[in-house]
């Protein structure tokens, strides 16, 4: 059964309910300089009702892997407007010209890795993997190093990754990359209990899990709360061992937005008729 948020009812229905109404209380222990891993795929399964929230309590010296960083405005990005982020781990920092800004100016350290790799290193810290090889990279500067992590002010290059161990397998070189194991996981998903199982809606399933398997304490805003037994235990993406927290998303407050990071229209005939 969905619990109706509106009818002013505790949403916990046991000792074990892992419910946090208040999105502020649920990220007020994340101190200054956290390890964030973040889900979202595009402008797709962003916690941005969490991500507004930590806006709110000001933290600073944020390190945050993700896919991408947002956009101007949205998602990350207004972490990244408000000057929190001091270090990103991504796959993708494209149409955010807020990010290349301060990336350039050196106001900004970049890890970029190919989107596999980071989807697998997620993967391994929440399965206690330390490391892994990979043929990823190899023969690029991801394993050589020398990548721009962070400039100067003066435009040269301050900070440039390091080389990488390579090892060859039955004839085949690959470069050894390393887990993420971040301080805290914020994801977002479409269904959740009050046990902290949860359903990701298609592409929002992307690197939700992943994020959420790699926090040390996971904190996930759900758009539709059940209560233990509501979700279909074959229907479960990811199960509530990985995740401490659950704050319910409004359905018309904050949160409850959703935007087309592209949108793209096919013209027809008529539609040309009527632009003339």
Known sequence: MVIDLASGTDPGVSDLSKVVPDPRRSVADIPDGAVLAVGGFGSCGIPSLLIDALRQTGRRGLHVVSNNCGIDGWGLGVLLEAGQIDRV??????????????????????????????????????????????????????????????????????????????????????????????????????????????????????????????????????????EPGGIDPDEVHLPGVFVQRVVPVPPDGPGAEKRIEKLTERRTARSDQESR
């Not at 971040?182 to 359903?199: E, Q, S």
């Open 89 to 226: 781990t991504a796959s993708y920092v494209g149409d955010n010209k807020e990010f290349a800004r301060r990336y350039l100016s050196g106001e900004l350290e970049v890890e970029l890795i190919p989107q596999g790799t980071l989807a697998e290193r997620l993967r391994a810290g929440g399965a206690g993997i330390p490391a892994f090889f990979t043929p990823a990279g190899v023969g690029t500067q991801i394993a050589e190093g020398g990548l721009p992590w962070r400039y100067g002010a003066d435009g040269t290059v301050a900070v440039a990754s390091p080389p990488r161990r390579t090892e060859v397998f039955d004839g085949r070189e690959y470069v050894l990359e390393h887990a993420v194991r971040a301080d805290f996981g914020l994801v977002r998903a479409w269904k959740g209990d009050t046990l902290g199982n949860l359903v990701f809606r298609r592409a929002a399933r992307n690197f939700n899990p992943q994020c959420a398997m790699a926090g040390r304490v996971t904190i996930a805003e759900v758009e539709e709360l059940y």
